[in-house]
């Protein structure tokens, strides 16, 4: 677990940093950096997408995924919580901007991934915590930067990422016949399209605000799914 902690300390460091003094940025520079994040989230999204083996896989993974946390309404629970924990900090350096779209992109961003899911399994198998050592640099800036343009939800997405991280580190002996490199390549490429979905949301593309934790599930169903493609002669 101590990859995970500190992974989860740097993203909290660097997103306090970035709200702190985000507001000291003028508004046009803010919405410049608005704008140079989600080019960023876009390009991950296209890179993560095109490493799919199988695009079936992808396509019934967010279609089936969405169905199910529309079921769950986790956008509008995770929005909610976010409301919530505004409220609670409003008057405060922390209580500004969009909560629920800083917790979910930045869940995503750190979640979601090889880094994350290879990371995990090594540190809970053989205790190497190298890549999440290298991962927790990198969310760190991450988080800064986001946290300037998004506000104080960045420093709660560090929530999720600890339970979603440290419960992969607790299952790795568990998950590992069942996590293998096609499965994290087919978890890595639905969050593609999500990161795209965000990246549009973040930029304010589109008439309609994309729910984006409606399709959180999605990211999970490839453990199911490329077993089942296997099987049937389709992987």
């Known amino acids: 677990m101590l990859g995970t902690i500190i992974n989860t300390v740097a993203v909290i460091i660097g ?18 950096i608005m704008k140079v994040m989600g080019f960023i989230t876009a390009c991950i999204g296209i890179q993560g997408a095109a490493g799919t083996k199988n695009f079936l896989v992808v396509v019934l993974s967010l279609v089936i995924g969405t169905l199910l946390g529309m079921l769950l309404r986790l956008d509008e629970r995770i929005s909610g919580a976010g409301d919530w924990a505004k409220r609670k900090l409003a008057g405060t350096s922390l209580g500004t901007g969009p909560f629920g779209d800083a917790v979910v992109t930045c869940f995503m961003l750190f979640c979601i991934g090889s880094m994350t ?18 991962k927790s640099v990198m969310d ?39 996590i293998t490199q096609e499965v994290i390549n087919e978890m890595s490429a639905v969050g593609g ?20 934790g409606d399709m959180l599930p999605g990211i999970f169903l490839p453990i199911l799914l490329v077993p089942l493609a296997k099987a049937v002669g389709l992987f």
């Not at 709200?19 to 508004?27: C, S, V």
């Not at 979603?164 to 998950?175: C, E, K, N, P, V």
């Not at 399209?193 to 984006?212: D, R, S, T």
């Open 117 to 134: 899911i290879l990371g995990s399994i090594r540190a809970g198998l053989d205790g190497d915590y190298s890549i999440l050592y290298t």
């Open 140 to 178: 760190f800036i991450s988080s800064a930067a986001f946290a300037s343009a998004l506000g104080a939800g960045v420093i709660f997405s560090a929530v999720p990422l600890f339970l979603f991280q440290g419960l992969l580190t607790m299952l790795a002996s568990l998950a590992e016949p069942v």
């Open 193 to 212: 399209p999500i990161f795209l979905a965000m990246a549009c949301n973040i930029i304010g593309l589109g008439k309609e605000h994309f729910k984006v």
């Open 15 to 32: 997103g306090t940093l970035g709200t702190l003094f985000g507001n000291k940025i003028r508004a046009e520079y803010s919405s410049g």
